[in-house]
């Protein structure tokens, strides 16, 4: 599937992909603020990502959901239909701590994310996007230690019952300690389970982080690519982060030659509209696209 011709300067410095090919989804994320604003529901996101954008994948955000309702996910599997879309994840917010110090919490966190996998499974998505949260942030390294530890138990009883139903469990950078790398991706082997792995975000760092090297790092163990993006000049290009170069990092740790190849756009910049923003970010990607 990927042809990709690189060129190596030092590390990641002089990758380039020339001609990797990957599908083009749409983070819901990208219009939280027209779907808050009430301009649109989650029920138009299908519509929208197919009219406006011409976009054939979405990645829902639980939190801009009406109601997981059976009622509403057979209105919500109509509209997909119609406008010809496919579901690609359903990314999980507000439902605890999966890194709780306490063990009835964190599995009680685990037990309630079993809805969304099956809502996932029902719209024909490949997995959910979960948090590597705890109620207290692990500092020290016996604390990130233990951490670790409750994390593998509470994750390893989610991926377990995604498997069941085709359903992949992924962990985004999205703060905190879970935008370590080294840390993430430490959780990965301990619980080395085939559908289990992470969605690396290409912002979501701290302030100082190489964020080619930490999305390197995560790459190997993709379950799917966040796009996330800020702003483009006159020539078409993000100006916050060579994109090129995270493209071939992308390309060149595999991503896509087996199991998902879809690269979702999440726009978060201020000085072009929503609409705008993932325009600019479409027609960025189309080098890359299908």
Same mark, same amino acid.
């Given at each position: ?6 060129s190596f300067?030092g590390g ?14 749409l ?12 301009m ?11 009219e ?5 994948g979405?990645?829902?955000v639980?939190?801009?959901?009406e109601?997981?309702t059976q009622y509403y996910?057979g209105?919500?599997?109509?509209q997909m239909?119609?406008?010809d ?10 439902e605890?701590?999966?890194g ?9 966190s ?9 809502c996932?499974?029902?719209l024909?998505c490949?997995?959910?996007?979960m948090?590597?949260?705890?109620e ?6 016996g604390?990130?230690?233990?951490f670790?530890k ?25 703060g ?16 080395n389970?085939?559908?289990?792995g992470t969605?690396p /975000? *290409? =912002?979501?760092?701290p +302030?100082? !982080? ?9 790459m190997p163990?993709?379950? %799917? ?5 800020? /702003? *483009? =000049?006159?020539?078409? +290009?993000? !100006? ?7 493209m071939?990092?992308v390309?060149q740790? %595999?991503?896509g030659r ?5 690269v979702g756009?999440?726009?978060e910049?201020?000085r072009?509209?929503?609409f705008?923003g993932?325009?600019?970010?479409r ?8």
């Amino acid at each position: 599937m990927l042809a990709l011709a690189a060129s190596f300067g030092g590390g990641t410095q002089g990758i380039r992909a020339q001609a990797g090919k990957y599908r083009i989804s749409l983070a819901e994320w990208s219009l939280h603020k027209s779907i808050r604003s009430r301009m649109m529901t989650n029920l138009d996101f299908p519509q929208v990502a197919r009219e406006h954008f011409g976009i054939g994948g979405i990645e829902f955000v639980n939190t801009l959901w009406e109601a997981p309702t059976q009622y509403y996910l057979g209105r919500l599997k109509a509209q997909m239909k119609r406008f010809d879309v496919q579901g690609v994840l359903i990314m999980c917010d507000g439902e605890g701590s999966m890194g709780h110090s306490e063990q009835k919490e964190r599995l009680k966190s685990a037990d309630l994310h079993r809805k969304w996998v099956d809502c996932a499974a029902e719209l024909g998505c490949g997995a959910i996007r979960m948090n590597m949260y705890a109620e207290k942030e692990a500092k020290t390294e016996g604390e990130i230690d233990e951490f670790l530890k409750r994390c593998q138990e509470s994750f390893t009883r989610i991926a377990e019952y995604g498997k069941a139903q085709g359903i992949n469990i992924c962990i985004e950078n999205h703060g905190g300690i879970s935008s370590n790398p080294e840390i993430l991706t430490r959780l990965m082997k301990m619980v080395n389970l085939a559908n289990f792995g992470t969605l690396p /975000d *290409f =912002g979501n760092f701290p +302030k100082g !982080t190489d964020k080619y090297s930490a999305v390197e790092k995560l790459m190997p163990y993709a379950k %799917g690519v966040s796009f996330k993006c800020w /702003d *483009f =000049g006159p020539d078409g +290009k993000e !100006t916050t982060l060579d994109m090129d170069r995270m493209m071939g990092i992308v390309a060149q740790s %595999g991503y896509g030659r087996t199991g998902s190849n879809w690269v979702g756009i999440e726009y978060e910049g201020e000085r072009l509209p929503e609409f705008q923003g993932v325009q600019a970010a479409r027609r960025f990607l189309e080098r890359y696209s299908l």
